[in-house]
């Protein structure tokens, strides 16, 4: 009661001696309200947000002259002036005008909301709410591919699989790559490869947990340019996540529903086998030995050892019998509840999703244990699926003198399941596909008809049962506080908590025979990861001069990352015992790790003219994993934007509405691992006087001067809205340069350590390249429209320097050396082939390999454009779009094809007479050739994709009324992952990678599905 009492008394007083602002905000060709929309008064911290009748109120407002203004997305920015009396409400009433250009004109940076006309750097926007609603997304990785320049995603292929996200390039040889993830201000885990039991490449990622439907909006900040304020571990750039907020007005109900289809529409290798009659069973093929060499290749042909009698091909995923795919099934039912006053807005969302994959139990399984009385368990009938339940809370409240609070909370219940399937060896359920025979009723050395798989068949694979269970909660709250109203007071706390259990279990006399699984194990691992944030700033806005506005912002930040895993394993398990401790051997491990970040930066914004903007800021980090005599990393910032076309000296033009230059500069880093500048001790016997003795020795030497990651950028752009506003393009340029990266050095044994090596901060690399954006309103009526946007981005990256250590040898194919790019491949190079005898078959005698290992090309895609076509028809209420994406300027490592030629011995190159010289070369080389080489099964990886189409009908109100007790609907039908429409890449899929590193190789994985949803969504 005394606390409604001070309230009350201190906004009667405040109203006394201050003023406020009211007003409506229209479309100027509709008249209709435009809700959501930002109102500030210019030179000031006071805004409001208009409520869903397009109405707005500024309070406590400094009598005088002041200006307005208000920005929203879809249209042109609008100041106007207006006097403000004390204890008077002033009227002022807006109308926008729309245009072409898709993205936000503010943007959210590290020291709060800004106008994207004030930044120096490009941020790519994606309007995730919009989005989601008339397409098939499913994963915020579907959100951010082939939508944002600069941003490479790598989906993943299976139901809950994991994605790379690379942006602007691979910078660091032994840390990660992946942006860090910001949600509402909180940092938030999204590491890839989140597992702690194998199933083979497929992984999945933290970001994986995140709802889409629950997104507003993604930022994502490019650089370190931009990503300065951000700290330490934000020089792979930022994705920032804006969850739904309510608005001001009627409580708003919204129900969805998405009904898909799953497909596996690809287009998987055949299997070959080249029969012969040999003088002996051993040499004779045979229904038990077509997968060995008992066959006759194409090199014995040439030789005289043997002729083919035949050559048989089969494909079990294009038999109905055998084909391990079938249509999964995706659902999902939502409900969202958003609205509020000026006081109190929320938005309120659960949701309840279920995935089934593609991977299903072929039907001859089925008939096999039909016949014998048997079945499988559900989980194993379905060994790929995916159920998640989430919820999301969000408060803005305003309280008196000034201040708001905003709360929020999110909360994930996921179960996934993972078969064996990607690179999982001879357990694995594509290493089976892939490797069968060219015939159907092989059998194995028991006498079973394995239906042309290569050693195990679907129902023993699937017996293996991994799964994956998340609760996961992301909460924070933040509070502003304006005391005047030239200074704001902000703070943010909040928690970021996954609780991950990981399980693989294979019963007694279950599962197969390999590595003795059929005695029966069981893992499971319990994991916490725990990610803090702490964040408080000041900022003062003060109008300097009529033409001059600063605004200065100090503040503070820490974060605490604390992971900590418990493991178990029983091995050996008796019949019908599903437990760790059921096991006769069990084993036990335990990990934690944790670091901290202390940071505080200061920022200097400059106004002038309201054309020209200056941005000067350092950021200082102590960080816990830095070495015990390097203390403190310093990152400064420097930008400059001109909006050069509103100089009066400039022309005007109706052609050409704003011309914008801009430039920035910045640095950031990346933390070295947690314990990489740590000694750790080892115990020992040594040998002294007495006889042996206990003693210790290093394990890992550590480093006391192990410094972060730093990258330094300069970024440079021209920005333009031309034709009244209906196309509006982004160029930008940017060179990045990333020092003391850390190289793993070898020590010599004269060291005496005991350790073999230690992290050196030695290596420089750099990428440089341009990114395009170009959003147009190509036709524009009530009858039809038709808006494009096209984004494009190149990358070159080379590493400069590795400080004076050799080049690093990674693997058979993959080497780090100065003046190439990061993980190029590397192999000797099949220089030519030729057919001199004129048989149609290459020996080895006709082919020409390389004395040395040679470059070959970028493991990642280096070019990126993205098209996206937009169709509006009968007023708006029926909307065609298509996505069409293109990637290239890489090689793949077709590693699938290769070991189907070297092992797997089924290949067209090995066997098929009708096989081409190249298959055939590169067949030669890996398999007779003295260096073994795989160069021929690099392949170009340039490849153009429809990824998206989908049709969205939103009917009249009024209709809708008659029909259903609703106030609004969209239906949408939409498909994802429609085919490559180009490429000349010979394997499954030039996207088909079952991990999710820096360099995966497309070896023994399936590709991505197909999605074909519908959508119902009803407002009431």
């Not at 798989?453 to 996961?472: D, G, K, M």
């Not at 880093?669 to 016997?685: K, L, N, R």
């Not at 779009?881 to 300027?889: I, L, P």
Request: hydrophobic content about 35%.
């Amino acid at each position: 009661m005394l606390l409604a009492m001070w309230s009350l008394s201190s906004t009667i007083a405040t109203a006394q001696t201050t003023g406020a602002i009211t007003g409506r905000v229209t479309d100027a060709t509709t008249g209709q309200p435009v809700a959501a929309a930002q109102v500030r008064i210019v030179g000031s911290s006071l805004g409001a947000q208009t409520n869903t009748e397009g109405v707005y109120t500024l309070r406590g407002v400094t009598p005088g002259a002041a200006t307005v203004r208000v920005l929203t997305v879809g249209y042109a920015e609008r100041t106007q002036p207006v006097t403000v009396a004390a204890g008077q409400t002033a009227t002022l009433n807006f109308a926008l005008q729309a245009t072409a250009t898709a993205l936000d004109p503010i943007v959210v940076t590290a020291t709060g909301e800004q106008r994207r006309l004030e930044v120096g750097n490009a941020v790519a926007q994606i309007q995730a709410a919009k989005v989601v609603e008339t397409s098939a997304v499913s994963s915020v990785a579907d959100l951010l591919t082939s939508r944002a320049p600069g941003v490479l995603v790598i989906p993943g292929t299976q139901t809950g699989a994991g994605t790379r996200i690379r942006i602007r390039g691979t910078s660091s040889l032994s840390l990660s790559n992946n942006p860090i993830l910001v949600i509402d201000g909180v940092r938030a885990e999204s590491s890839t490869g989140s597992s702690s039991v194998s199933v083979g490449g497929t992984t999945p990622s933290r970001l994986g947990d995140l709802n889409p439907e629950e997104i507003e909006s993604i930022e994502v900040v490019r650089g370190p340019s931009a990503a300065t304020l951000y700290g330490t571990d934000a020089a792979n750039g930022v994705i920032v996540i804006r969850t739904k907020r309510g608005i001001a007005g009627p409580p708003q109900w919204t129900y969805y529903t998405e009904q898909t289809a799953i497909t596996d529409r690809n287009n998987y290798p055949a299997a070959y086998t080249g029969w012969r009659t040999g003088t002996t069973a051993s040499t004779t093929t045979n229904r038990s030995n077509a997968n060995s060499t008992a066959q006759c290749f194409l090199t014995q042909v040439a030789a005289g050892v043997c002729r083919q009698d035949s050559v048989t091909v089969f494909n079990p995923t294009d038999d109905s019998e055998t084909t391990p795919f079938g249509v999964g099934y995706r659902q999902q039912h939502g409900l969202q509840l958003r609205g509020g006053s000026e006081a109190v807005r929320y938005f309120l969302h659960g949701e309840w999703e279920d995935e089934d994959g593609v991977t299903k139990v072929p039907e001859f399984e089925r008939q096999y244990l039909a016949s014998r009385g048997l079945s499988l368990r559900p989980d194993q009938e379905n060994p790929n699926s995916l159920n998640r339940v989430t919820g999301r809370a969000n408060l803005n409240i305003a309280l008196p003198r000034n201040s708001d609070i905003a709360v929020s909370a999110g909360y994930t219940s996921q179960d996934l399941q993972l078969p064996r399937s990607d690179d999982a060896g001879t357990a694995g359920l594509a290493a089976n596909t892939y490797g069968g025979p060219g015939f159907k009723y092989n059998v194995n050395s028991a006498g079973d008809t394995l239906f042309g798989y290569r050693e195990f068949t679907p129902r023993q694979l699937y017996q293996a049962v991994t799964n994956q269970a998340i609760e996961r909660m992301i909460g924070s709250v933040a509070g502003n506080w304006r005391p005047q109203d030239w200074l704001t007071l902000r703070s943010n706390a909040g928690l970021d908590y996954t609780n991950r259990v990981d399980t693989q279990l294979c019963r007694f006399a279950e599962c197969t025979p390999h590595n003795e699984a059929d005695r029966g194990f069981k893992i499971d691992n319990r994991a916490n990861f725990y990610v803090y944030t702490l964040d408080a700033a000041a900022t003062a806005t003060r109008r300097l001069h009529e033409s001059v506005e600063s605004q200065t912002t100090a503040g503070v930040q820490f974060y605490r990352n604390i992971f900590s895993r418990n493991g178990a394993t029983g091995r050996s398990l008796p019949p019908g015992a599903i437990t760790v401790t059921s096991g006769s051997v069990a084993t036990a491990d335990e990990t934690t790790s944790e670091s901290r970040t202390l940071g505080g930066y200061l920022e200097q914004r400059v106004n002038l003219r309201d054309r020209i903007f200056l941005t000067a800021a350092v950021r200082s980090d102590r960080n816990s994993a830095f070495g015990a005599d390097f203390e403190t990393v310093f990152y400064p910032k420097f930008s400059a934007s001109w909006v050069v076309s509103d100089e009066p000296f400039f022309p005007t033009s109706d052609f050409l509405n704003q011309l914008r230059f801009r430039a920035a500069y910045g640095a950031s880093g990346v933390q070295p691992g947690t314990i990489d500048a740590v000694q750790y001790f080892s115990a020992t016997a040594v040998l002294g006087e007495s006889g042996e003795v206990p003693g210790v020795v290093l394990s890992t030497l550590g480093n006391a001067n192990l410094r972060p990651e730093r990258s330094t950028e300069f970024e440079a752009g021209v920005d333009g809205r031309f034709w009244n506003s209906r196309l509006s393009t982004e160029l930008t340029f940017y060179n990045k340069v990333s020092r003391d990266a850390l190289v793993e050095r070898v020590l010599a044994p004269s060291i005496g350590t005991g350790a073999t090596d230690r992290f050196d901060n030695l290596g420089e690399v750099r990428n440089l390249g341009w990114e395009a954006l170009i959003n147009a309103q190509l036709v524009q009526s009530r009858a039809f429209g038709w808006d494009l946007t096209l984004n494009g981005s190149t990358n070159s990256n080379e590493l400069v320097s590795l400080g004076g250590v050799p080049p690093i040898i990674q693997s058979s194919t993959l080497r780090q050396v100065e003046g190439y790019p990061l993980n190029g491949w590397w192999s000797r190079r099949l220089v030519s082939f030729d057919d001199k005898d004129g048989n149609g078959i290459i020996t080895l005698e006709e082919i020409e390999v390389s004395d040395e290992p040679e470059f070959h090309g970028y493991s990642a895609p280096r070019h990126e454009v993205s098209v996206i076509n937009g169709f509006d028809f009968w007023q708006r209420r029926l909307r065609l779009s298509a996505m069409v994406d293109y990637k290239g300027g890489h090689l793949v490592y077709n590693n699938s094809e290769r070991i189907r030629c070297s092992s797997r011995n089924n290949c067209p190159g090995l066997i098929d007479p009708n096989a081409s010289l190249f298959e055939q070369a590169r067949t030669v080389a890996v398999r007779v050739h003295p260096s073994r080489t795989v160069a021929g099964f690099f392949e170009e990886g340039d490849f153009l994709r429809f990824r998206e189409l989908s049709l969205a009908f939103t009917p009249e109100g009024g209709w809708i009324r008659r029909l259903l007790p609703s106030q609004r609907m969209t239906a949408t039908l939409a498909a994802r992952n429609l085919g490559i429409l180009w490429t000349k890449y010979t394997g499954v899929d030039p996207e088909a990678f079952g991990s999710t590193g820096n360099a995966p190789s497309s070896f023994q994985a399936f590709a991505p599905p197909s999605y074909f949803t519908f959508r119902l969504s009803i407002g009431f």
